[in-house]
């Protein structure tokens, strides 16, 4: 039985929600602002994974660049989001996502 | 089980698994490590979908740049503490971050259910035996030309920002921390009134004013018997 199971895409798609809510989940809960930028990314991926599935099923190379687009937004967004933390962490290292406020004037 | 079904679940429950590892672990480093397992799991569903380059991609810059610089950052600062996640930071925070998050979930599959678990869309349909880099690069350099001009901008934009947001100050880096003076102050206090009561001897009749405090009285009831029976 379980041979006859075929991958469609959906199961692609469905995987990509999933991974999806679990980073949205992760951004509202955690408080480290490090942990957050994970959440972020682990987001970006689900959504690069479902552009993928489509580009896949609809034979169209254009998903395939849409991912190249947020493979470049998400490592400048990386450079310039560790930065803020790097500039934030280093007034009080035990800063949270509550402490942006330090970094003002 | 067919091997297409057998790398789905297995690169699948590592994307999970991973997931599940960043939001859960309260080491920082242990999420990064968690994050490289996702990385990893989604590389191989790129090659699941005949999207060689981009799993390529994907294992290079993101694996080996962007955990890489979580990873440095992390060390740098020496901010790999362990987070408390047993007190909630504001009351029903998670709650309804679990709503939040499940509405999503459900808007979701809510699509892919309407479709029918069948994605549709007008198949372009490409010659199958140029590579997946070919198309790509064909793409990129005709109909997305723009685009891609634009992200030149965007990474430049991004350098100057980190360089400007990371640089120090002229002067040094100074603390700021409001009521970080008041603290050292307190701490220095602190310390004064441990070396005296932890050494009453250097300290008795050097000025100090009486009822500072029961425990100082009783060090000076102790030290000046010896005094008087030597």
């Known amino acids: 039985m379980i041979a006859a199971l075929e991958v469609t895409p959906a199961w692609y798609l469905v995987l990509g929600a999933l991974l999806f809510s679990i980073g949205s989940f992760g951004l509202l ?8 930028f994970m959440c972020v990314e682990l987001m970006l991926n689900a959504v690069t994974l479902t552009f993928v599935t489509f580009a896949h099923t609809l034979e169209d190379t254009a ?14 967004e990386v450079v310039v989001g560790l930065a803020i933390i790097v500039a934030l962490l280093r007034k009080r290292p035990d800063a949270t996502a509550d402490d942006v406020a330090l970094l003002e004037g | 089980m067919s091997v297409e079904l057998f790398v789905f679940v297995v690169a699948g429950g590592a994307c999970l698994a991973g997931a599940v590892g960043v939001i859960a672990s309260t080491n920082p480093v242990h999420a990064a490590l968690s994050l490289v397992g996702t990385l990893f ?3 191989v569903l790129f090659v699941a979908q005949e999207a060689n380059f ?3 991609v994907q294992v290079i810059v993101y694996a080996g740049a962007i955990v890489v610089l979580f990873l440095f950052v ?5 901010v790999d503490r362990y987070d408390d996640l047993e007190v909630e930071p504001l009351v029903g925070q998670r ?23 069948d994605a549709t869309g007008a198949v372009v349909g490409f010659d199958e035996d140029v590579p997946d880099i070919n198309r790509l690069g064909e793409s990129l350099f005709t109909d997305y030309l723009f685009a891609f001009e634009i992200t030149s901008i965007l990474l430049v934009i991004a350098i100057v920002g980190s360089v400007l947001m990371s640089r120090r100050g002229r002067r040094g880096e100074e603390i ?3 009521g970080q003076e008041e603290r050292t102050e307190e701490i220095a206090e602190r310390m004064d009134e441990a070396e005296r009561r932890a050494h009453p001897e250097l300290y008795v009749g050097n000025g100090r004013r009486r009822g500072d405090g029961e425990a100082a ?12 029976g030597r």
């Open chain 1, 29 to 36: 809960i955690r408080r480290n602002p490090l942990v957050m």
């Open chain 1, 63 to 76: 998903g395939q660049s849409v991912v190249v687009f947020v493979l470049v937004v998400a490592a400048a």
């Open chain 2, 41 to 43: 799991g989604i590389a």
């Open chain 2, 54 to 56: 981009l799993a390529a």
């Open chain 2, 74 to 78: 992390i060390m740098l600062l020496g």
């Open chain 2, 95 to 117: 709650v309804a971050a679990a709503v939040v998050s499940l509405g999503i979930l459900a808007l979701t599959f809510g699509a892919i259910a309407s479709t029918g678990y």
């Open chain 2, 176 to 178: 700021v921390d409001p």
């Open chain 2, 217 to 228: 009285d009783a060090d000076e009831a102790d030290a000046e018997p010896e005094e008087v």
